[in-house]
């Protein structure tokens, strides 16, 4: 069993923490692994998003002071986390598409944080993904980006190229889910978004 499947166990059974702990052992073992630092990017992402929702809804009791205390702390330890290995990721991979590709992907998510966003400029997300799309232009799952119209639903002027990229998305046997199933939990994360799109357009 490889680490990524070792992974994929640990994030089904809900064990994050351990998850993370483990991508960190993978990385110090392995420090030129790109899969390895977009992983643990989109894990650490993903937990401070859940952290900040657990924050937010916190009942008053005698122990709730100690439980946001507990919230607070782990968020900011994630945080700083996140903007490590996104820097040393970048550092490294800079010229990598899957890299550029999949953790601008993981900082877009941060949107609604805006004491992480901040350290991640919404121009360096664009240029990362553009690159990308330059570096390796006929990557199926980097075409997402090349018509903002799919994410909006537009048809306008784009019909067959939309056509075509939607029974592309939920073709099983297509470049598209065979990529994104092979990136674990954050492939399956984007694939709905992708396969979501795909239906509601497909209705229109």
């Known amino acids: 069993m490889n680490w990524k499947e070792k992974v994929y166990i640990l994030e089904k059974n809900d064990d994050f923490d351990v ?9 110090r073992d392995n420090p030129e692994d790109v899969d390895a630092y977009i ?4 894990r ?3 937990c401070i998003i859940e952290n900040s929702c657990h924050f937010a809804n916190i009942s008053q ?5 100690i439980k946001k205390q507990y919230y607070r702390e782990k ?19 800079s010229e990598n598409s899957e890299f550029l590709f999949y953790a601008a992907h993981t900082a877009a998510m941060a949107g609604m944080l805006s004491f992480l966003h901040a350290g991640i400029d919404d121009n360096v997300i664009n240029q990362m993904i553009e690159k990308a799309a330059l570096l390796d ?8 980006q090349f018509y903002p119209a799919f994410r909006q639903g537009d048809k306008d002027g ?5 056509l075509d990229y939607a029974h592309s998305v939920l073709d099983q046997s297509s470049p598209i889910w065979r990529e994104l199933h092979q990136m674990g939990t954050f ?9 979501s799109w795909a239906h509601r357009w497909l209705k229109q």
């Open 19 to 27: 998850a993370i702990f483990f991508m960190q052992q993978i990385i």
């Open 39 to 42: 992983f643990i990017l989109f």
């Open 44 to 46: 650490l992402m993903y």
């Open 61 to 65: 009791t005698p122990v709730s002071d």
């Open 75 to 93: 968020e900011e330890h994630y945080n700083d986390l996140y903007l490590e290995y996104f820097a040393q990721g970048y550092e490294k991979f």
């Open 137 to 144: 232009p006929q990557n199926m799952v980097y075409r997402w």
């Open 158 to 162: 784009q019909d067959h190229k939309l």
């Open 187 to 195: 492939g399956e994360h984007l694939y709905g978004i992708m396969e």
